[in-house]
């Protein structure tokens, strides 16, 4: 790929709210990089986007679109990539499912989703959308590791205005519950493969009859890539959420379950379907085939089998059944709307909902509304200790409190898909009692377990270049700035002791092991928390999941939210992906901007993400424009800070729009005022004073309309022209940016 052929900065287009703020603020960008002679292209890695590249020839020539996540996912290996990524969806089967029904109402001729594919044909269909599902754009695009820390300007404004924290007691009732063995953690192998062991590698089960199925072929093993394999026993898993339910019942809390379906795409839809059947335990048990036949898949949550059981001819019968059931409260999702936490897989993530109730005071809501403790069931212990111990933190010496409180970086280790997050290909449910195993290009099998039928089973790898890339950039981040750093490492896991031999080769290697610690997850974040809580600045160097967990819990606990945070992947081949943030709340605020007009999702990461992305520009391809714009992107920023001029929460009140326009006007004033370039000063003096002469008018034509419905088009697959209308309602401002 040529560096003529791609535009400077390549803007993604994605889902809900960060794509809907894309409709106001993307102009603004190209406005503003074009006298620099910056070009800023998109590419579109939504989930309408890549469901609609994935089946070209179901289309018309008109509605077919390029497979732009290959594409990005080949610039990102050269060193020409410079691409700010804002926060996607990752789908769970029931978001599939409903931009499916979206785009074919729109007149897209997509196939169904087959939820249980029986003929060939279905087979293929659900082997493609199944590519679209979950984690399918991160691990493209992540060729380099993270380096994600809140700019100082956040961090100091949070400081100077907290945001509110619940109360914490020691006698909170909330706890976190995890199965005491035969989980993942307790069953996990692993190894570091040595050049006789490398090449084309399989992955088999053997049945009790010794019949063999291959369940993966042609699975490059490099050397010095460590290969785990682990599972998770279907009956102990059960076992435990029954006892869960009880022991929730017993302590008169609530129940809640917290997993990642939407990145962990084939092994925690199965969990999460288990949950569902331990909380109907006897009306599964009397029914489930029933309702399985009508449509009604566990997996999919609460909502598709109560929609399922509702076709049935005996309905009322069930939910009668149902309604009879001795249960404790649930932590709820929306409480108006009678959405539970077993509702939809994808409405409960792990790294968005357990800092939420953290940052409660252990709090979560029940049917009624309600504020009361929980039991947080998180079923596989590899990284529930962090919760937990945050958690006995807490109630031990109360909630952090924000105005004093240091802060957390991370340097997380994710290229080249490592980890658990790339083990999508390598997870099955056990066909059958045998063994699962996986055998290497010379024959020899490194890891087998003893499984039964229905236990999940994956393997998982991460390569050589990536684990050295990451210490190398941790050891960088420590050195600049002189922080407590900790590997997040257990040595009594096996993944973790294979990675603690490269940390510490690498680090007596360049002297300075003395530096850094070396800690197990639960007693790392008990460190972390006790220098925090002192004011000082911690720096946790894990691996992809306790990046993603840990990106939030910090960020949320110490901003009020972690979409302010500023991400940066240093990618491998010398370019730059430049991370916005996260996007979990952002169905919240596509349902207020709708029904209200209102959309209060925060620019933050993208005002962040575009001032590091023109400061790599100016340093990677010369452009000293692009310093000069960098710089000026920076000073908004800090404008829009210290002014407060980030959205408020409710309609009637300033918005995303609105801070939009205040961006726009502190760039153009910061460009005005600098002497660096005297072009880009001239060129952007007037359009300065244009917007401030036209505060007020702009101002009042971005509030029209608030608390009133909006129509977008669509929810997946928005109408440009009507998201135009509704994101960019100013006159005044359109004709000074044009």
């Given at each position: ?79 020409e990539a410079n691409v700010i990524k804002l926060p996607n969806i990752s789908a769970s089967t029931p978001q599939l499912v409903a931009a499916i029904k979206e785009l074919q109402g729109k ?632």
């Open positions: 790929m040529a560096q003529s052929d791609t535009p400077d900065i390549i803007y993604t287009k994605v889902d809900e709210a960060p794509e809907l703020a894309s409709a106001s603020f993307l102009p603004i960008i190209r406005r503003f990089t074009a006298p620099a002679g910056i070009e800023v292209g998109t590419r579109d890695i939504s989930l309408a986007g890549r469901i609609i590249a994935t089946f070209p020839e179901n289309l018309t020539e008109d509605q077919r679109q390029s497979d732009d996540l290959a594409w990005l996912g080949e610039l990102v290996k050269t060193p007149g897209y001729a997509l196939p169904d989703y087959p939820e249980e594919p029986k003929a060939d044909a279905e087979k293929a269909i659900r082997a493609r959308y199944d590519t679209i599902k979950g984690s399918a754009v991160n691990p493209v695009l992540r060729e380099g590791n993270s380096d994600r820390r809140a700019a100082k300007a956040v961090k100091n404004f949070a400081q100077a205005n907290p945001h509110s924290m619940g109360t914490w007691d020691a006698s909170s009732k909330t706890k976190v519950s995890s199965m005491p063995g035969n989980d993942f953690y307790a069953n996990e192998v692993s190894a570091t493969i040595t050049a006789a062991q490398a090449g084309t590698a399989r992955i088999e089960f053997e049945g009790a009859d010794g019949a063999v199925t291959v369940l993966k072929e042609a699975w490059p093993l490099e050397e010095g890539t460590i290969a785990d394999a682990t599972f998770m026993s279907a009956s102990a898993l059960s076992s435990f959420l029954a006892e869960a339910i009880e022991d929730t019942k017993s302590d008169g809390t609530m129940f809640s379950l917290h997993m990642k379906a939407t990145m962990m795409k084939v092994s925690d839809p199965i969990i999460f379907g288990h949950a569902v059947k331990a909380w109907l335990g006897p009306v599964w048990e009397t029914h489930g085939a029933a309702i399985k036949a009508a449509g009604g898949s566990p997996n999919s949550g609460l909502a598709d089998v109560l929609a399922a059981i509702d076709t049935m001819d005996n309905a009322a019968e069930i939910r009668a059944e149902i309604d009879a059931l001795e249960r404790p409260s649930m932590y709820m999702v929306d409480s108006d709307k009678g959405i539970t936490n077993l509702h939809v897989p994808s409405d409960v993530i792990i790294d968005a909902s357990m800092p939420a109730v953290i940052r409660a005071g252990g709090k979560g809501w029940d049917e009624t509304g309600a504020k009361g403790d929980t039991n947080c069931v998180i079923p596989d212990r590899c990284y529930a200790t962090v919760y937990d111990e945050t958690i006995n933190f807490f109630k031990a010496n109360g909630a952090l409190d924000v105005t004093t409180a240091g802060a957390v970086a991370n340097v997380g280790l994710m290229a080249q898909k490592a980890e658990e997050y790339g083990s999508h290909p390598t997870t099955f449910e056990a066909p059958g009692t045998g063994t699962m195993r996986i055998v290497l290009a010379n024959g020899e099998t490194l890891h087998a377990h003893s499984v039964e039928a229905g236990d999940i089973w994956r393997s998982c790898t991460v390569k050589k270049a990536p684990i050295e890339n990451w210490i190398e950039l941790a050891m960088d981040r420590q050195r600049l700035t002189g922080s407590e750093a900790i590997f997040w490492l257990d040595a009594n896991r096996a993944h973790d002791a294979q990675l603690i031999d490269y940390v510490k080769a690498a680090l007596q290697a360049a002297g300075v092991a003395d530096k850094f610690a070396i800690m197990a997850p639960r007693e790392a974040t008990a460190q972390t928390l006790k220098t925090i809580t002192a004011g000082k600045d911690s720096i946790a160097i894990t691996g992809n999941v306790l990046r993603d967990y840990l990106t939030d819990l910090f960020p949320i606990l110490e901003l009020g939210t972690s979409a302010k945070m500023l991400s940066i992947v240093k990618l491998m081949q010398g370019g730059g992906l430049f991370e916005t943030g996260a996007g979990g709340s952002a169905p919240k605020h596509v349902q207020q901007l709708h029904g209200e007009n209102h959309l209060r999702w925060d620019s933050m990461g993208e005002f962040c993400a575009l001032g590091e992305s023109l400061n790599f520009l100016a340093d990677a391809r010369g452009n000293a424009k692009a310093g000069v714009l960098g710089a000026a992107a920076e000073a908004a920023t800090q404008g829009i800070l210290d002014d407060n001029r980030s959205p408020s929460r409710k309609a009637g009140q300033p918005d995303n729009r609105h801070s939009h326009y205040w961006f726009a006007r502190y760039w153009a004033e910061a460009l005005a005022a600098q002497s660096d370039d005297a072009d880009l000063a001239a060129e952007f003096a007037p359009l300065a004073k244009a917007l401030a002469e036209g505060e007020a008018a702009i101002l009042a034509e971005l509030s029209e309309g608030s608390g009133a419905a909006a129509d977008t088009g669509g929810y997946f697959h928005n109408d440009d022209a009507k998201t135009a209308q509704v994101m960019r309602p100013s006159a005044t401002l359109n004709a000074i940016i044009g």
